[in-house]
């Protein structure tokens, strides 16, 4: 046993996590949108804190890799710690959410998608294919993001509906980025 190894959750816990939220808002949108400000809360505490956890955990090999520099990834712990307490603001005040909705959840998925563009740029620019398929999903989380802060779509049941698919896209990418990672450690100890 390695005890120089920190212990943390696997990456796609938070994937998995904004999945389920994702399928729930889609298939029971009129039951997701009474109780919307609580499950988007705990959704967006477990995913700030789980990157917080990630960040630091990962940050010292991020750095070695590197060559000293994080590349930017300060603005990922940010992100992460601002969803964690935008998660708990909401767990304790669901109501505001029903209020601004549209505004807050394209928020989300606008800053979600240029984040997961950043990290694709520069953790998976060599690779081709999977770079070409989390570019895709990144601007899919973008587009998403805009046309929401634009308040495109009428009626809390579709933007619902709408948020749903865009915490499905964005599980689906965590948890493609959390296999790609546990399949290139497991080939760095071989």
Do not use: W
Not at 31 to 57: D, R
Not at 71 to 84: D, K, N, P, R, T
Not at 124 to 143: C, D, N, P, Q, Y
């Amino acid at each position: 046993m390695n005890l120089d190894t920190p212990r943390r959750l696997p990456g796609y816990v938070g994937g998995l996590f904004s999945v389920f939220i994702g399928l729930f808002f889609i298939v029971m949108p009129e039951f997701a949108s009474g109780i919307i400000g609580i499950l988007l809360g705990v959704s967006l505490l477990v995913a700030g804190v789980s990157e917080v956890i990630g960040y630091f955990v990962s940050i010292k090999q991020f750095r070695e890799e590197h060559s000293g520099k994080s590349q930017g990834a300060e603005i990922v712990l940010v992100y992460s710690f601002v969803l964690a307490c935008a998660g708990l603001f909401f767990i304790i005040r669901p109501e505001i959410v029903l209020k601004l909705l549209s505004t807050i959840l394209g928020v989300i998925s606008l800053t979600d998608g240029v984040i997961k563009l950043r990290h694709t740029l520069v953790l998976f620019g060599k690779r081709r294919v999977f770079s070409l398929i989390l570019f895709v999903m990144a601007l899919v989380l973008i587009v998403f993001g805009i046309l929401l802060l634009a308040h495109a779509l009428n009626g809390t049941t579709h933007i619902v509906v709408f948020s749903g698919i865009s915490f499905l896209v964005s599980g689906i990418e965590t948890c493609f980025v959390s296999v790609i990672k546990m399949f290139e450690n497991k080939a760095r100890k071989n």
